[in-house]
């Protein structure tokens, strides 16, 4: 079977102080598959870009600043995720810097600064807990996930390191 994937990228953007990450609460929107849960921020990429220049516009659409420093920290490949079964390969980053001030909300949601360790404790997808902590776990090498979705929850994970 021929894989074709909707590919996009998510980001988590660290506080100055490295404390924090910005989340959005997707709270605008009672018909948002993602309704009341926290996420990081991005979105599908464009026909006409690649994964740096999709972080960087979905970074500045979202929450209004542009990125000065990230760092690719893994992919995951999830299938059959989408609100039609569709596949997703999601390219996640780190932001360790940015230039501008954040919105507070966006059409998603309000944009709230969460201590990375209370993130564990926040409504989100179920298959998010797995990967986050790669995210922020400062190892240099990068994580490569399949995470397969079924009635809204992952049934499996595994993932490499490079």
Not at 99 to 116: A, K, Q, T, Y
Request: hydrophobic share 30%; charged share 30%; net charge negative.
């Amino acid at each position: 079977m021929r894989y074709m994937p909707i590919v996009g990228c998510l980001g988590f953007i660290l506080s100055r102080d490295r404390k924090k990450v910005l989340m959005v609460h997707r709270n605008a929107r009672e018909s948002d598959d993602h309704y009341q849960k926290y996420n990081g921020l991005g979105g599908k990429m464009e026909k006409d870009e690649d994964v740096y220049t999709c972080m960087r516009r979905e970074i500045l659409e979202e929450a209004g600043i542009q990125c000065t420093k990230m760092q690719l920290r893994g992919t995951i490949n999830w299938t059959n995720f989408g609100k039609n079964g569709e596949d997703w390969l999601g390219f996640v980053f780190l932001i360790e810097e940015y230039e501008g001030e954040p919105f507070s909300s966006n059409h998603e949601g309000d944009l709230e600064w969460v201590e990375i360790e209370r993130l564990s404790s926040l409504p989100m997808w179920e298959g998010d807990r797995h990967f986050l902590p790669m995210v922020f776990d400062g190892i240099e090498s990068q994580f490569h996930g399949y995470m397969p979705y079924e009635g809204g929850s992952p049934t499996d994970w595994s993932y490499a390191r490079s």
